[in-house]
Nanobody
């Protein structure tokens, strides 16, 4: 069983920044594409960003493009999501997920990911 654990959420003022971290284990980390999703109360879970196995390719949702950066450090089995210029609408539970085999193109749908963390709350105050 692959374990996925995300951290780094918290309360931040609008316009601020934060970095989420995610550690995956149970399989060789470099074999996974890694994605970030988020879900706000009463809303569908939505794609945020993803990175392929090597870190050479990334994808972003339009809502965060230009102010977010996803990266990975395979030596540390860790993927990061740095978010800048945060908005109240960024408030959500953020989930880290792993897709076995690092499929191409990088998946943006939740059902394509095989392993999920428990989520970390991000709250952006106005």
């Amino acid at each position: 069983q692959v374990q996925v654990v995300e951290s780094g959420g918290g309360l931040v003022q609008a316009g601020g920044s934060l970095t989420l971290s995610c550690v995956a284990s149970g399989r060789t980390f470099s074999r996974f594409a890694m994605g970030w999703f988020r879900q706000a109360p009463g809303k569908e879970r939505e794609f945020v960003a993803a990175v392929n196995w090597s870190g050479g390719s990334t994808r972003y949702a339009d809502s965060v493009k230009g102010r977010s950066t996803i990266s990975r450090d395979n030596a540390k089995n860790t993927v990061y999501l740095q978010m800048n210029s945060l908005k109240p609408e960024d408030t959500a539970v953020y989930y880290c997920a792993a897709a076995n085999g690092s499929p191409v193109p990088i998946p943006t749908t939740a059902r394509r990911y095989d392993y999920w963390g428990q989520g970390t709350q991000v709250t952006v105050s106005s």
